[in-house]
């Protein structure tokens, strides 16, 4: 079990410009979630997947932001267009439902400079 | 809408002393899950401790211990016995139970290990 790993760690664009990343879950686990962290606040939730199903947008995820999990085991956060408010903590979770605690796993993150 | 509030951004206590941070939070929810999350720097989050909404006992895991009170709405975590790898972000966290995955977080409390 390596946990869950975020790729790029870092990631430094320019306005305008669209990035993606990736997130692969623990081994096994069904359920993946993307959270977004800024400087000083908490993390927010923005989207999760079941299999490959999304089945929970945030209205902070706008037009911009697309998630996927097109087999149900990694999955990619697209920012299009991306805006110096999208600069931000991206952090990917996961947690198999089948057990009663449903622990959600976290991982490292990736942080996005929007210049 | 469920929130969480950590009215303490920063606090200190001395190597092998006890520390509390605080939390409350508000919901109209009867069953829910309580959780306080601990990020240090440039890693990743990871679980300290659990809560069922359900269970009047209080929480322990080793020298962490939590004091939940479901009426006031109230949920403070107790550091004994305080560790220079103790020092981090603590955030305190709400998931509803069973339907609703997200987590709602705090803005997080820093805690430094003064050696």
């Known amino acids: 079990d390596t946990g869950v790993s975020q790729n790029p760690r870092h990631k430094i664009t320019k306005r305008g410009q669209n990035v993606t990343f990736r997130c692969d879950p623990i081994?096994?686990?069904?359920?993946l979630y993307w959270y977004r962290q800024t400087l000083g606040q908490g993390p927010e939730f923005l989207t999760y997947f079941q299999n490959e199903a999304q089945l929970e947008k945030s209205r902070l995820l706008s037009d911009r932001f697309s998630a996927e999990r097109p087999k149900g085991s990694f999955s990619t956060l697209e920012i299009q267009r991306t805006e110096q408010g999208d600069s931000a903590m991206y952090l990917c979770a996961s947690s198999l439902d089948r057990v009663a605690k449903n622990i959600q796993y976290f991982g490292a993150g990736t942080r996005l400079s929007v210049l | 809408a469920q929130t969480v509030t950590q009215s303490q951004p920063e606090m200190s206590v001395q190597e092998a002393e006890t520390v509390t941070l605080s939390c409350t939070y508000d919901?109209?929810?009867?069953?829910?899950?309580l959780f306080w999350y601990k990020q240090p720097p440039s890693r990743q989050m990871i679980l300290v401790i659990r809560?069922?909404?359900?269970?009047?006992q209080n929480a322990t895991e080793n020298r962490f211990s939590v004091n939940f009170q479901k009426a006031a709405k109230s949920f403070s975590l107790k550091i004994s016995d305080s560790q220079l790898g103790d020092a981090a972000m603590y955030f305190c966290?709400?998931?509803?139970?069973?339907?609703?995955?997200?987590?709602?977080f705090g803005k997080g409390t820093r805690l430094h290990i003064l050696p």
């Open positions: 081994s096994e686990h069904n359920r």
């Open positions: 919901t109209s929810e009867s069953d829910y899950y």
């Open positions: 809560q069922e909404a359900y269970k009047q």
């Open positions: 966290a709400y998931r509803s139970f069973p339907r609703d995955d997200k987590i709602i």
